[in-house]
């Protein structure tokens, strides 16, 4: 089996597409995206982990302004909280499926934007850095 063959650059590229699209409601994996790039390129690490970051926060951000379109009248209980203590969530929004709508919700409730994306890339971050870092882990260990 041959292995896939890109440069560098193609591979930044190609996991800032693919970190920015998985972020929004398009379906799309960066992870593996990630990982072939850490693998090719280890000293390449952080600078991936940077650029899937900034693709996934941008990606949420765009899902957020997507919320945003939607008209927010609703007064309720359940709401008022979510004002209060909901901002910590977007902490939660690079999970599958509820991520998504984590964003939206944001953007939906008016959350302040600057505060949303610093709380979405802390949460991307986190989970690119844990997951370039156990690939990395197993590497070095002969285990991949």
């Not at 941008?58 to 209980?77: I, Q």
């Not at 994306?117 to 844990?130: E, V």
Request: charged share 10%; proline share 3%.
């Amino acid at each position: 089996m041959t292995a896939l063959q890109f440069s560098e650059e193609a591979g930044y590229v190609g996991l800032a597409i693919s970190s920015f699209v998985s972020a929004t409601l398009l379906p799309g994996g960066s992870e593996v995206v990630l990982v072939a790039l850490v693998q090719k390129f280890p000293e390449a690490f952080w600078r991936a982990i940077l650029v899937a970051t900034v693709g996934n926060t941008a990606g949420g951000m765009t899902s957020y302004a997507l919320g945003r379109l939607l008209p927010n009248c609703v007064e309720h209980r359940a709401i008022i909280h979510l004002h209060r203590y909901g901002y910590w969530a977007l902490l939660l929004s690079w999970l599958p499926i509820v991520g998504d709508a984590l964003c939206v919700a944001a953007g939906w409730l008016r959350f302040n934007p600057w505060l949303s994306a610093l709380l979405l890339a802390a949460g991307k971050c986190g989970r690119y850095a844990l997951l370039a870092g156990g690939w990395a882990w197993f590497a070095a260990r002969g285990m991949t």
